[in-house]
């Protein structure tokens, strides 16, 4: 038995295999069927995929681009911490980040600058780093 669904109207039509790759007409809505399983369909459907992974290339592409002005931002904020968000047109960021930078310092003259300093450091690499164009 070889089941095909109508094109159309979806409904379902059962054939015997000797009707294989014989054209038939829907009993519901009378369009042209072709009896094979629906199976023969799904390798169709991959192409979408196909297509979809061909897109993917592109995609990588562009933040490739975005990912090197992040890359250089990261080792921006690894040299000279925050300038690099200026880099990444992040001026609130910067700003925020040179508030913190200066609390910061000032705390290492009670110790909690010793953590805080480095910690910020590290998190303004990454913030940059992952900062998406
Ligand atoms: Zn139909």
Redesign the pocket.
């Given at each position: 038995m070889i089941t095909v669904k109508?094109p159309?109207?979806?409904?379902a039509h059962s054939f015997n295999d000797q009707h294989f790759g014989k054209s038939a007409q829907?009993?519901?809505?009378?369009?042209r069927l072709k009896i094979i399983p629906n199976q023969p369909v799904a390798p169709i459907a991959p192409a979408p995929q196909y297509a979809a992974a061909q897109a993917i290339p592109q995609q990588v592409v562009i933040q490739q681009s975005s990912d090197t002005s992040s890359t250089l931002a990261a080792i921006i904020n690894l040299l000279f911490p925050p300038f690099g968000f200026l880099i990444q047109g992040r001026v609130g960021t910067f700003v925020l980040y040179l508030i913190a930078w200066f609390f910061s310092i000032l705390l290492i003259f009670v110790g909690i600058g010793l953590v805080t300093t480095p910690g910020l450091w590290l998190i303004g690499i990454i913030d940059a780093a992952n900062h998406k164009g």
């Open positions: 109508c159309e109207c979806n409904h829907c009993r519901k809505c009378q369009a």
